[in-house]
């Protein structure tokens, strides 16, 4: 079974600080694609940032970027310079190579001033 | 106009009553998706519809009825559900949905439903 895990329900950051975010997964699949979505109060998700599976390189825009650890089997989110509008759900997303998206549960970050 | 609109985005109905969930996406994608977002649970899949035609069905029960009229209108049509079904229901569209390994999903801000 292909499955997602963000193993934090909540996480805290300073304003300002950095903070990263943990997912894992399980697949059998070599090539895959894999995301971080942000769902903010206001409750519309939006994509932060994606990563290919066959790129070594990881993905970076402006204060996110990942560290993708393929044979771990790890794709985690880091936001630096934290600010209060990072305030939200964070979702690590797969396609394991067909039209469907798998989720994890999510994380709740919470800025402080 | 928002790339994906949702209506309406507050509903609470009894467990007898016929209501529907409207989602209108402005993106020129052709394909289409309900998602029900419970708390401490992953999103699940409920429906895929790629240029009108529906190509998902995750096990759904058969009081959720999608309609899909055109690729940028998607419906899901409420009859008799339990409480359980209260949720946050997520629509989203994508451009190319067989496109391998690169779906990426616009999402509209929901529909809160409350079933009592």
């Known amino acids: 079974a292909q499955t997602v895990t963000q193993s934090q329900p909540e996480m805290s950051v300073q304003e300002a600080e950095t903070v990263t975010l943990s997912c894992t997964y399980d697949?059998?699949?070599?090539?895959?694609?894999l995301f971080w979505y942000k769902q903010p109060p206001s409750r519309q998700m939006i994509l932060v940032i994606r990563?290919?599976?066959?790129?070594?390189q990881n993905a970076t825009e402006n204060r996110f970027s990942v560290n993708f650890q393929k044979a771990a089997k790890s794709f985690s989110l880091k936001i630096s310079d934290s600010q209060l509008g990072d305030a939200a759900m964070y979702f690590c997303?797969?396609?394991?190579?067909?039209?469907?998206?798998?989720f994890g549960t999510g994380t709740r970050l919470t800025i402080i001033p | 106009e928002t790339g994906v609109t949702q209506t309406p985005r507050h509903l609470v109905m009894g467990m007898t009553n016929k209501k529907s969930l409207k989602c209108e996406q402005h993106?020129?994608?052709?394909?289409m998706y309900w998602y029900k977002q419970s708390a401490k649970k992953p999103l699940e899949l409920m429906f895929v519809?790629?240029?009108?035609?529906?190509?998902e069905n995750n096990s759904v029960p058969s009081r959720f009825s999608p309609e899909c009229p055109n690729s940028s209108h998607l419906f899901l049509h409420l009859h008799t559900l339990q409480p359980e079904d209260s949720a946050l229901y997520l629509c989203?569209?994508?451009?190319?949905?067989?496109?391998?390994?690169?779906?990426?999903?616009?999402f509209g801000e929901g529909s809160r439903l409350t079933v009592l």
């Open positions: 989203a569209s994508s451009q190319e949905p067989g496109h391998p390994f690169a779906v990426e999903l616009f």
């Open positions: 697949t059998s699949e070599s090539d895959y694609y």
């Open positions: 990563q290919e599976a066959y790129k070594q």
């Open positions: 997303a797969f396609n394991f190579g067909n039209e469907k998206l798998t």
């Open positions: 993106l020129g994608h052709n394909a």
């Open positions: 519809y790629n240029f009108k035609e529906q190509t």
